[in-house]
Structure formats: C-alpha cells, structure tokens
C-alpha cells in the first residue's frame, strides 16, 4: 500500500521518456516516487483527487538568500551602492541568529505556499537557517557566505566556520539539508582564499556556491587585479568543476561561456533581481545554446521582493525575447526545464522529474481560475499565466507540507507576526544609529 495516491491530474512530468499524461496517476510511498502512469494499481493511505489539477515537480530555487526576506521592500529603488553601503549591510549586521531563525521561516512559508520545494542559500547565522529548515520540511542546499577581502586572518576563521557547517550539517534532517561552501565572489575573497576552499570542498565531496561576475564593476576590478575577469581566473586557479554553482553570470564573453560549458559549471540565472538592481542581462539563450546547464533563483527578498518562480520563470521568459528582439526564444518548456529539471541537477538532487525512483518533491497547481481560462498549452499557462497562489499542494520527501492551500508544519500567523516584530526593531535600530 502506498502512502499517498494523487490520481486525475494532468501529470507534468518533465521526463522525456514518459511525457505528459492528460489524466494520470502518481504514487508515493516513503519519500521516493514509486509510480508514475495511467493507473496505480494497488492503494493508499491518503487519495488526493486533482481534477482540474497539474501535478508536477517541485520548484527548485538555485540562488537565494532566505533570511533577507527580513527585508523585503526595506530599501528599493536606489543605486547598487547606496543601496548596499548605505541600508542593507548596515541592517545585515544587526540581524541575531534568532533573527535569521524567523527570517528562514518566513522565507519557507512563503517557498511552499507558492510551490517551491527546494532552495539553495548563502547566508550568515547558517546553524539557526539550517534549524528553520529541517522545521519546516521543505529541502535545501546550505552554505556559509564566506568573505575574507585579502585578510590571512580573516580567511582562516571563514573557512573553519564554513568546514564546521559543512561537516555537521551536510546530510541533516534526514537527508534533505545538504550541505555547501559559499566563497561570496571572486572579487571579495582572494585567489588563495578561493584556492584553499576549491581543494576542501573535493576533500569532503560537497559543492560549492559563488556569484560570478553580477555586475560590470566586478568584471573591471578583475580586470584591473589580474588581468582577466573573474571566469578566467577562476579557471586559472583550477577553481570551475561540476560540482560548481555560478550565481548570476551576467558579464560573460564567448570565451568565458565556453569555459563554463567546458568545466560543466552549473549557472543559476536570476533575472528579476538582476533587472531591479540594473545588473544587467545574463546571455542565457547564448549559455543554453552552448549547452550549460542553466536554472532559476530569486535571489534574496532584498533585491527580489518575493520567492514566487512562477513570477521567476515568466520573466525569464519575457526577458529574453525582448533582449534578443526573438519570440521565440526561451520558450515555455525551456524554462520549466530550467526551474525543475535544471534546478536538480546542479544542486545533485534526485528529483525535478516525476519519475518513479525519484524524492517525492511535487506540487499541484489548481488550474480552475480565471485566469488560467481557456486552458489550450499546460506549459504555456504555467509559465505566463499561472501565480505562486495557485499552488493547493505541497509534498518534500513525501511529506504534505500543504494541502488545500493550508501549510502544515507550522503556524502561519504566527511566522507573520514574529517577522513583522523584527522589522520594526531593525528599522528602529538603525534610526538610532
């Protein structure tokens, strides 16, 4: 007898062996997919009727930074600079463990509210994140954001706090927190520095998370240090494997896109941050084309505003066509591959496809909305139609996290108010200062 038995769906299996079934069947015993058809022939303990539903994986957000959900709308439309220097590291820095604890809470409600089950973030305070985590029931890649700016001394405290992260938390909560090294970018920790985390990261089998080249001025102080942009010097210090995943990438040449897809570098593209922040615009059509494997992020509250990827795939989408002056590029399809498919391969999860084998990581998107009326292309309405708030299920290593739009593992409201309770202290604080 299975577990959970979610039958008259439209099943949306993003696995090009299987292909989409108009009325399907997905069974779940434990945490593992264990059918995937027309039929289940035997039983379950809890039957989910999806009429009118899709069933499909879950989202995977490759880049972001869940406890700044503290800070959503807390500084936008100014500069890069006065934006960072003037308001969000000054408020970083008075955020507590306990802070970043609600924070990730708030960030995971939201996540499984609108279909995410899994995230990768690069944060401070990662015992207390980690904790919310495994809290919650919701899967994610973890790691220490790591800045050593040159300093020897600074580097070796970085990198033992983020060994000691990685070894007691890499495989925790039964498996769904992996663990990663989170050198913060090229430009603020030193080649020695990226060197020391590179040969450590193979020595404990774990990835690595890093931005690479977000913004231009990045690309010209590398330029100005060695002589080349961060891609290549990475690439120099032998830095750039599969087990890499390259926040951004927004100031690629040729050169520096064929170097990702010769080293199998996995790159996480975050448009609408990139937009707000007039970062720039990721070669995304060009990375594909060349065969890279490209997946979605939010990237934090702070530059983002929300963690919706229904709002994140269809932006990609737009981005793009108008960029290349091309409609047809970056279609549907390409970037729900992008937010599932893509998403699990570069964290080394087995999921992003419905497939039996699989971690049971899958959502069910209500379709009987206004604005989901006529229904002519599931992928297509998915991606340019349908909203976060659409979402009624939400199922992480066979476990309902929500059901009928009810999030089950903690207290919605409450979350709310402590959230709210730190932002008032935060904004207080720095009035003072």
Avoid at 133 to 140: D, L, M, N, T, Y
Avoid at 160 to 175: H, I, Q
Avoid at 279 to 306: F, H, K, M, Q, Y
Avoid at 379 to 394: F, I, M, N
């Amino acid at each position: 007898m299975a577990d959970i038995l979610i039958k008259n769906g439209y099943v949306l299996t993003m696995d090009p062996s299987k292909g989409d079934l108009g009325n399907g069947e997905v069974a779940i015993d434990g945490n593992k997919i264990v059918y995937v058809g027309d039929s289940y022939e035997g039983s379950a303990e809890n039957v989910i009727d999806a009429k009118g539903m899709v069933v499909m994986p879950g989202l995977v957000n490759t880049h972001t930074h869940a406890g700044m959900a503290l800070l959503r709308g807390y500084a936008d439309d100014l500069p890069l600079s006065s934006w960072l220097e003037d308001h969000i590291w000054p408020v970083e820095a008075k955020l507590t463990p306990e802070d970043l604890y609600i924070g990730t809470k708030l960030a995971c409600l939201e996540m499984i509210k609108s279909g995410t089950t899994c995230f990768a973030d690069m944060y401070i305070h990662m015992d207390n994140v980690a904790k919310a985590v495994e809290e919650c029931g919701i899967r994610a890649a973890l790691s220490y954001g790591m800045i050593d700016l040159g300093d020897k001394e600074k580097a070796e405290h970085e990198l033992k706090e983020g060994k000691r992260f990685v070894c007691e938390f890499n495989g925790a909560a039964d498996g769904r927190i992996t663990a990663m090294y989170g050198p913060h970018a090229p430009h603020t920790c030193s080649r020695d520095f990226l060197i020391r985390v590179r040969e450590q990261a193979r020595k404990d089998n774990v990835k690595v998370h890093i931005h690479v080249l977000e913004t231009e001025a990045e690309l010209n102080q590398m330029k100005t240090q060695f002589g080349m942009c961060s891609v290549n010097m990475l690439d120099e210090a032998g830095f750039l494997d599969g087990d890499v995943l390259a926040a951004h990438c927004i100031w690629l040449s040729g050169g520096d896109m064929d170097i990702l897809r010769d080293r199998c570098v996995n790159v996480s593209h975050n448009p609408v941050s990139n937009m707000k922040l007039a970062s720039g615009i990721a070669p995304v059509p060009e990375l594909l084309d060349r065969g890279v494997n490209v997946s979605l992020g939010t990237d934090g509250c702070a530059s983002n505003n929300n963690l919706d990827m229904f709002e994140e795939m269809k932006m990609a989408a737009l981005l793009h066509k108008v960029n290349s002056m091309d409609p047809t590029v970056v279609d549907a399809r390409t970037v729900l591959e992008m937010a599932t498919v893509n998403g699990a391969q570069a964290l080394g999860i087995q999921a992003g496809m419905l497939k039996e084998g699989n971690f049971a990581d899958l959502i069910i998107v209500d379709m009987n909305q206004p604005h989901l009326t006529p229904l002519y292309d599931v992928a297509s309405h998915l991606v340019y139609s349908a909203r976060g708030s659409d979402v009624v299920t939400t199922i992480v290593n066979g476990q309902l996290l929500m059901k009928d739009g009810v999030v089950l593992p903690m207290d919605e409201n409450e979350v709310l108010k402590n959230a709210t309770a730190i932002s008032k202290r935060l904004v207080c604080e720095n009035c003072d200062n």
